[in-house]
């Protein structure tokens, strides 16, 4: 079953079997309503379409998971639950995104902030290679509330970035790398378990960077260094 068109809020009772499909593949404007997502109407894909403007709330397992459409997008939207991005899967949002919960990234995954807003809640880079690409004017705050964390992931683009949250680079092996056109770091950063964090681009601010166990990169344009920056005895 596609929803196509425009359509929204959604007050047709839509359950599927373990067999069945539902594809969200054109444009929802949920007008402030919730849409539930539960054991009745199972996981849902977003393919090339959009839900705005409402709460999208995950229950019993079931999930929007995002195919690799560079269509996809989700705005102005208060989401309860995760948001799994499968291996090489794309999704972008606009206008702000708070998620009770976490955008969790795979394999080649690719997350885009499509213009100016901020962002509340979790990042987490769950297997190497995963991109978050700020587009060019955008101006992404990351909320005091935010926590980005995982094994390796590149934040980049030509758009800017203000971190008011947390970074945890901890993951061993793993690698996080800020490097944005520019990065204005006035939240906090941890070093932990073997991980390792570069801050690049055009870079300041005056938050906090502790490297209590792996490496902290000083990358790009930086001076001068107004971040407090502490390491471990080793």
Partial sequence: FNLAGAFGPVTTPITKSDTGAVRVTGNGNLQGSTLTLNGATGSWSLNGGALRNGTLTLLEGAE?????DFNNLLEALVINGNIVMADATALNLRNGVTINGAIQLNDG???????????A?????LEPTSTI???PGAIVTLAASSIM????GNISGSGALINEGKILANVAGGHIQIVP????HNGQAEVLN???LTFGGNWGGVGTVGALDGTFNLAGAFGPVTTPITKSAT
């Fill in 64 to 68: 929007l998971r995002p195919i690799r």
């Fill in 109 to 119: 995954a690719f997350l885009r902030f499509v213009n100016t807003q901020t962002f």
């Fill in 121 to 125: 809640g979790q990042i987490q880079f």
């Fill in 133 to 135: 690409d700020l587009q």
């Fill in 149 to 152: 964390s995982g094994s390796s």
């Fill in 181 to 184: 056109t520019t990065f204005t």
């Fill in 194 to 196: 073997g991980g390792q």
